[in-house]
């Protein structure tokens, strides 16, 4: 009977190992955050096969938009907005590539010229001086007002993500009742065709 | 392909969806398939009753199909094929169908589903096949329209086998295979988004040979990618090997692209592999890797693993390089053709490349230190010696080896030795328990004359032990060479080592009796606790024209070493110490 000394089975390595066949240690990485773009065949189960991806690998969905963007070539844009480690974020662009569906990704966060634009709606309720309020406040962010009564408004605005939020918190005291959000949606500048 | 002009004529054949099934699996040249019938099959096997081309061979569990199909597929080189019925036959497809994506191993399941106007109602025998298989194939389909059933057949042979091989599913409703529509052959398929990339960059090529060129303590560290490339990938790691003299190791997946009579061989890489090659590849200064991933089991502690060496890496799949290991030189390509280009390149360098005395001397001096003894007894069996009997009685032979998971997979990867591809199948990626025995039915239905070994635990042998049943009625004559210890012996050595001798659950209790189960299937059965006795029996085994279930009575306490333990890096591996003819104080207990 062959027996291995125990105490060389906790490597001195400055941590605690559990007892375990694999590697626990977590990362310390910086964690970054990066908007992707997938141009994917837009067959049964495409949108399916990408969130499945993200959600198998453990990886971060903050937001995502997904449409048909041409009829003739059966695609679809799918945006992604995630975070991760630099490698993690390596990884999904690999991982993305692997899925039959998918031709190609386009990172938009690090590509010269990416664009990012978001639409919310958003319903502030409120009567006198909290009404005018609010409405001078969506001139400065040049939100439409798509339905009002005489009690409320809903508020049509596009923008980067940040712009959304920073107008969601101005209309917070001034009787904000729902936000309903796009997610980001990003094109590039310039007259070439992405990827 | 070939077969285009045949194709071409009848592109205007009309037949049932399936009659297409059968018709498109024949054109792509398959002559076997595995597979259990059920009610959202019977179209299908109505038109495998019609025909004479596929030889269908009926399985007792579908799992059983899907690993034959595995056996079959990574001991031709060919894509495997399984065909299984909607529900409970797909679920019981999907270990299989992992284990093929986890080991890169092409191959096509198809499975019936229930017609279209029931998918959704929880139908008798419904399960959403496409979204449970979706996470473990490379790609799958839900075939509604039977005049796509052609195309789709024909792609999906192709995303099996192109690029990185993997497992496709293509899930096709009872009314399609009902339904009559437009048969098409399988023309040159022109995906709209999946094009693999095969041909190196030629500037990746010359950094790598930049690099190699000044290598002083290089090491070839190769995987299951070359074998799945065929044997042209093989034959370009020989060469390469030839002209550099540089050393070689293999992961699990990669035994046999490289010849272990070899002396540029190392033996195999990781966690229990040898001594030499791990310390090896913690050493050197150039590292080439070539169709493996950096796996855990390779590796050991990352951030320890390899840590002067400037890497290259070589795969087909960009998502494998930078994923585990960050490497200098990243080739995307299939792997004969990079080797085969470095080899080139590697020829037309001006200048002598370093004189690699002192490294082998090095090395020399680790392969002294012998990794894999073991103290051998007059009295038991020692697993490690049971293995060694076997591959020395055997050299004669026409040989496949096949493997359950755990420590006998181990010691048949350290004392099964092999020159040759395609001659090693076991589930390197998954662990898949009961991987071994359908395996080696699918290897013998691909190679009927060749001699097919399952090399098994007792624990593993019984998660699919009832494919003899399969193995008698096809004449497929596998031997199943059980090294029983009555433990499942890794998870007992890890609860030794790691888990404060807190055997728990670990005992095979109530094993059956292996030579009354043997027969009982129509197999011939085979005791053996005596080393003395040990040669005679595997012969007797050997040269008997039947399935023969090998009892191979070991010791029972006998730990797989040497090993890389948890956390460590490869030159903190231990050995196992030689203590004589005797049971330790624990293993005194065990027994």
Same mark, same amino acid.
């Given at each position: 009977m062959s027996r291995a000394p125990r105490a060389r089975l906790s490597p001195k390595n400055g941590r605690e190992d559990p007892a375990s066949a694999y590697d626990m240690t977590p990362s310390t990485e910086l964690i970054e955050r990066r908007t992707l773009a997938c141009i994917v065949d837009n067959e049964p189960g495409v949108l399916a096969r990408v969130v499945g991806l993200f959600a198998a690998r453990g990886y971060n969905i903050e937001s995502l938009t997904v449409a048909e963007i041409d009829r003739n070539a059966h695609q679809s844009r799918i945006t992604i907005v995630t975070s991760g480690t630099n490698h993690v974020l390596e990884q999904i662009e690999q991982q993305l590539l692997r899925? =039959?569906? =998918?031709a190609k990704v386009i990172d938009v966060t690090n590509s010269t010229g990416g664009i990012e634009r978001e639409l919310a709606l958003v319903k502030v309720a409120g009567t006198g001086e909290k009404r005018v309020e609010s409405l001078r406040i969506s001139e400065i962010f040049r939100a439409h007002v798509i339905d009002t009564t005489n009690e409320s408004f809903i508020f049509e605005l596009t923008g980067a993500s940040q712009k959304i939020d920073q107008f969601v918190e101005l209309m917070r005291p001034l009787g904000l009742v729902e936000v309903s959000r796009t997610g980001v949606l990003s094109i590039q500048r310039g007259k070439e065709k992405a990827g | 392909m070939d077969g285009n002009s045949k194709m071409e004529s009848q592109a205007t054949e009309t037949l049932t969806g399936a009659e297409i099934v059968l018709r498109a699996l024949a054109d792509q040249g398959v002559d076997t398939i595995f597979g259990y019938p059920g009610g959202a099959v019977l179209p299908i096997y109505d038109a495998i009753y019609a025909q004479q081309q596929v030889r269908h061979i009926l399985v007792r569990h579908e799992q059983g199909a899907g690993h034959m199909a595995e056996g079959y597929a990574r001991s031709t080189g060919k894509c495997g094929v399984a065909l299984a019925t909607s529900g409970p036959g797909a679920t019981n497809m999907v270990t299989p169908i992992t284990d093929a994506l986890m080991d890169s191993i092409p191959m096509v399941v198809i499975t019936g589903q229930v017609p279209t106007h029931l998918i959704g109602t929880d139908a008798f025998q419904e399960a959403d096949t496409v979204g449970i298989t979706r996470a473990c194939t490379k790609h799958n389909y839900l075939v509604r329209d039977v005049n796509d059933l052609a195309r789709v057949i024909h792609e999906a042979f192709y995303i099996a086998t192109t690029g990185r091989p993997g497992p496709v599913v293509i899930d096709i409703p009872k009314n399609v295979q009902f339904a009559k529509g437009r048969y098409v052959g399988p023309k040159a398929i022109e995906h709209r988004t999946y094009h693999p990339r095969t041909e190196p960059q030629d500037k990746r090529i010359e950094e790598a040979v930049a690099i190699m060129a000044g290598a002083q303590r290089p090491i070839i560290y190769s995987g299951g990618g070359v074998i799945n490339s065929g044997p042209a990938a093989s034959e370009a790691l020989r060469a390469l090997a030839k002209a550099t003299g540089w050393p070689v190791t293999s992961t699990l997946m990669g035994l046999g692209a490289f010849p272990a009579s070899d002396k540029q061989w190392l033996g195999m890489v990781g966690m229990h592999g040898s001594f030499e090659s791990n310390n090896a590849m913690h050493d050197c200064d150039v590292m080439l890797c070539v169709g493996a991933r950096f796996d855990d089991r390779v590796t050991g502690r990352l951030d320890a693993f390899s840590p002067g060496s400037k890497k290259i890496h070589i795969d087909i799949d960009p998502s494998s390089i930078n994923k585990n290991v960050r490497v200098d030189v990243p080739i995307v390509a299939d792997c004969g053709k990079a080797l085969a280009e470095l080899l080139k390149t590697w020829s037309r360098k001006d200048g002598k490349a370093p004189d690699l005395k002192a490294w082998w001397a090095q090395i020399d001096a680790w392969r002294e230190r012998k990794g894999f003894a073991y103290p051998n007894s007059k009295t038991l069996i020692k697993p490690q010696y049971a293995i060694e009997r076997l591959y020395a009685l055997t050299r004669d032979k026409d040989v496949y080896i096949t493997t359950e998971v755990g420590q006998h997979q181990m010691w048949a990867a350290q004392f099964f030795h092999f020159d040759q591809p395609n001659r090693w199948m076991t589930s390197g990626g998954l662990g898949t328990m009961g991987y071994g025995l359908p395996a080696a039915i699918g290897v013998q239905a691909a190679h009927p004359n060749a001699l097919v070994i399952d090399i098994a635990g007792d624990a593993s042998v019984q998660m699919t032990m009832q494919e003899m049943s399969c193995a008698i009625q096809h004449e497929l004559p596998v031997k199943i060479f059980i090294l029983n210890n009555e433990w499942m012996g890794m998870v007992r050595q890890w609860q030794q080592l790691l888990h404060g001798e807190r055997y728990s659950h670990s005992y095979s209790d109530a094993l059956p009796d292996f030579v009354k189960l043997a027969e009982a299937y129509g197999c011939h059965g085979i005791r053996c606790d005596d080393p003395a006795k040990l040669d005679d029996a595997i012969l007797e085994m050997i040269n008997t024209p039947k399935p023969v279930l090998f009892d191979?009575?070991?010791?029972?306490?006998e730990n797989c070493f040497p090993m890389i333990p948890s956390g460590a890096a490869h030159n903190e591996m231990i050995l196992g110490k030689i203590t004589g003819d005797e049971i330790g104080e624990a293993g005194k207990m065990l027994v």
């Open positions: 899925l =039959v569906p =998918v | 191979c009575r070991v010791e029972k306490a």
